[in-house]
T-cell receptor
Framework: QQQVKQSPQSLIVQKGGISIINCAYE??????FPWYQQFPGKGPALLIA?????SEKKEGRFTISFNKSAKQFSLHIMDSQPGDSATYFC????????????FGDGTTLTVKP | DAGVTQSPTHLIKTRGQQVTLRCSPK?????VSWYQQALGQGPQFIFQ???????QRGNFPDRFSGHQFPNYSSELNVNALLLGDSALYLC????????????FGEGSRLTVL
């Protein structure tokens, strides 16, 4: 049973455009929702994370929107750049137990110059 | 400050063999989690070690076992390898007193022929 569903599987965006990736979770006990960025040959690295007590969190060009009632959260990348081309994973866990995170299947983002 | 280091980076085994993968956590971290990332999928939680004991386990068979040493480094052992065990094995570390961010290594790419 997949507890975190991520879409789309792949995304192509023009430089300067907005990239949007969506995730839905099932376990209402989850209270920590991070996004990880993974480049080829590298391990995932934390990009931004949100807790359900806020509906939005912004860090630079990256924004997480969170909808607790719908059990959905999304990553928005503003002014997308070719250097943003990577695979993005959403994840969910209990914040006190982030070592046991449930990941989505990833979105491969390609930003065309 | 060294991050999470894993070895070996790549290895090839044949069905039925056994493999040992190694991980040194980020400096100051005492908790190690192992994940399996199949091609085109998100990381899946295998197990977590803290204070030299397996604390949590994901949905993986007993062929997958591990160990944590007093210096917090860890090993992942897989016995009786199957073709389906081919994947990138990721180690992630955290500090038990902290909450949230996982720090990942670059992984060990295992190919089973």
């Amino acid at each position: 049973q997949q507890q975190v569903k991520q879409s789309p599987q792949s995304l192509i965006v023009q430089k300067g455009g907005i990239s949007i990736i969506n995730c839905a979770y099932e376990n209402t006990a989850f209270d920590y929702f991070p996004w990880y960025q993974q480049f080829p040959g590298k391990g995932p690295a934390l990009l931004i994370a949100i807790r359900p007590d806020v509906s939005e969190k912004k860090e630079g060009r990256f924004t997480i929107s969170f909808n607790k009632s719908a059990k959905q959260f999304s990553l928005h990348i503003m002014d997308s750049q070719p250097g943003d081309s990577a695979t993005y994973f959403c994840a969910a866990s209990k914040i006190a137990n982030a070592g046991k995170s449930t990941f989505g299947d990833g979105t491969t983002l390609t930003v065309k110059p | 400050d060294a991050g999470v280091t894993q070895s070996p980076t790549h290895l090839i085994k044949t069905r039925g063999q056994q493999v040992t993968l190694r991980c040194s956590p980020k400096s100051g971290h005492d908790t190690v989690s192992w994940y399996q990332q199949a091609l085109g999928q998100g990381p899946q939680f295998i197990f977590q070690y803290y204070e030299e004991e397996e604390r949590q386990r994901g949905n993986f068979p007993d062929r997958f076992s591990g160990h944590q040493f007093p210096n917090y480094s860890s090993e992942l052992n897989v016995n009786a390898l199957l073709l389906g065990d081919s994947a990138l094995y990721l180690c992630a570390s955290t500090q038990a007193a902290d909450t949230g961010e996982l720090f990942f290594g670059e992984g060990s790419r295992l190919t089973v022929l």
